[in-house]
């Protein structure tokens, strides 16, 4: 039989775990606090459950962490992490220091299957979904790694995947992520990029979550939009807009809609005006992300002067709206770069 991953389960199923093994339910709340807060990946090092439990525990379970492949310190402060996971499979995890903030970016996916046409990950198609302790191991790993004196303060979802495409898989890890016995982390410094699934974004809304939502949004008419995002076909722009006027937002918080601004296709002023339309009413901010060029891209990124140029009719519309120049350029980990160069 082979052994169940600790970080695939909840507090309550570490609970209901000890119990099956004949212990009361609190020791599994120790086991969370080993897993999550001191990091330990050896169960014999759990040492204030009693080596009999430890014994039977090691039986059934482990706790499969992501190893380190690889680490890659860019010159702007952020770091690339490469994971491989226990098949193989490499996925990776951005680190980004901004003053106060330590924001780590994680995977949902090893590749992606929505084809979007300025992504690079897009190229690769789907691999596989990660599965709910590979997702927390990116944060636990990353943890590790960094040793007691820095914690990742922020997590967002805007690795490789679509998160909301392993919706069961990434909702677990959300729910890890905000448990206090697990890892305790503010829903507010939390946030879920999503392609736009609108079914997946309503169920989200009913899991009370209280997550952060961003949307990918990319144009401001369908046509368009089905040209870059094949996924606009199923789920066009109307039924979009609608589920997140629906969406439950926690009072003074706002929904992000990330734009990528690329030249000559949706850089224009006018697409601007359409954005500042499609946006009325929604309690919104809006994201703008120059296009991060890779190679073979059909893309080029817009000049200065056009960025600021779309920003500022939004401002001027009273939409919320900041150009995000993505960290990582330089070593392949800004938005859309992340793609698991093949193994030599
Ligand atoms: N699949 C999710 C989350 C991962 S992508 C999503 O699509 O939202 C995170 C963000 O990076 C998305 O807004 C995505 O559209 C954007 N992105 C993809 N390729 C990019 C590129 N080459 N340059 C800039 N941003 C890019
Ligand atoms: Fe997938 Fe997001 Fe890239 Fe689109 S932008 S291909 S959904 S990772």
């Known amino acids: 039989m082979s052994l169940q991953n600790l970080l695939d389960l909840l507090p309550d199923e570490l609970e209901s775990l000890a119990e099956s093994l004949g212990a009361p339910r609190y020791r599994g709340r120790q086991i969370a606090r080993w897993v999550y ?13 009693p080596r009999a439990f430890r014994e039977a525990l090691a039986e059934r379970a482990h706790v499969a962490d992501l190893e380190v492949d690889l680490r890659t310190p860019s010159r702007d402060g952020s770091e690339k992490f490469v994971w491989r996971c226990g098949d193989g499979a490499r996925v990776q995890s951005v680190l980004m220091p901004d003053r106060d903030r330590l924001t780590l970016c994680v995977s949902t996916q090893v590749g992606c299957g929505f084809g979007c046409t300025f992504c690079y990950t897009g190229t690769m198609g789907l691999e596989r979904n990660l599965m709910t302790g590979e997702i927390i191991g990116q944060v636990v790993g990353a943890m590790r790694v960094l040793g007691g004196a820095r914690r990742p303060t922020h997590i967002v979802y805007m690795g490789m995947g679509e998160p909301l495409a392993n919706y069961t898989a990434t909702v677990k890890s959300l729910r890890l992520l905000v448990d206090q016995r697990a890892l305790g982390i503010s829903p507010r410094r939390i946030t879920v990029s999503t392609v736009g699934l609108v079914t997946a974004i309503e169920r989200l809304a009913r899991e009370n979550l209280r997550v952060n939502l961003a949307v990918s949004l ?3 008419d369908n046509s368009l939009r089905d040209r870059l995002m094949p996924v606009n076909k199923g789920f066009p722009l109307e039924a979009l807009l609608a589920a997140c006027r629906r969406f439950p937002l926690p009072v003074r918080q706002r929904m992000t809609f990330e734009y990528v601004l690329l030249a000559e296709v949706n850089d224009a002023l006018e697409d601007a005006r359409r954005l ?6 929604i309690r919104a901010k809006v994201n703008l992300i120059p296009f991060n060029d890779w190679n073979g891209s059909d893309f080029s990124r817009p000049s200065l002067p056009r960025i600021l140029g779309f920003q500022s009719i939004l401002l001027e519309r009273g939409i919320t709206a900041t150009v995000r120049w993505s960290k990582g350029e330089d070593i392949g980990a800004a938005c859309g770069q992340l793609r698991e160069a093949v193994p030599a």
Not at 40 to 46: L, P, Q, Y
Request: hydrophobic share 50%.
């Open 37 to 49: 807060q001191k990091g330990v990946t050896a169960i014999d090092e759990m040492s204030d459950l």
């Open 218 to 220: 990319h144009a401001a």
């Open 276 to 281: 500042a339309r499609l946006l009325m009413g």
